[in-house]
């Protein structure tokens, strides 16, 4: 098991900038892939980024690329996402979730394990 806890959400104005964190327990945190998803009320689950265990490769939806980055810090069992440029239609509950393996995914039905989601909304 692997328990995953977010933070960092808040209330921002559009072209501000958020980092959230997402912070791990239970099993060794770099043998998992880290992916960040969002949820917009009345909308499906979207993926944001992906990290692998080592730090060594990300992937992104195009519609945050250039303005949110991924990162990871294994000794401290954290992930975060550095969010930039914020617009309207980036406001969603946003999600933590973790894989094992050895392909980066963006579909969200391949994670195991998944954080209860922080609140980010963007005024414009």
């Known amino acids: 098991q692997v328990q995953l806890v977010e933070s960092g959400g808040g209330l921002v104005q559009a072209g501000g900038s958020l980092r959230l964190s997402c912070t791990a327990a239970?099993?060794?945190?770099?043998?998992?892939?880290m992916g960040w998803f969002r949820q917009a009320p009345g909308k499906e689950r979207e993926f944001v980024a992906v990290?692998?265990?080592?730090?060594?490769?990300?992937y992104y939806a195009d519609s945050v690329k250039g303005r949110f980055t991924i990162s990871r810090d294994n000794a401290k069992n954290t992930v975060y996402l550095q969010m930039n440029s914020l617009k309207p239609e980036d406001t969603a509950v946003y999600y933590c979730?973790?894989?094992?393996?050895?392909?980066?995914?963006?579909?969200?039905?391949?994670?195991?394990?998944w954080g209860q989601g922080t609140q980010v909304t963007v005024s414009s």
């Open positions: 990290i692998s265990g080592n730090g060594g490769r990300t």
């Open positions: 979730a973790a894989r094992s393996g050895v392909v980066l995914t963006s579909r969200w039905d391949d994670y195991d394990y």
């Open positions: 239970g099993r060794t945190f770099s043998n998992y892939h």
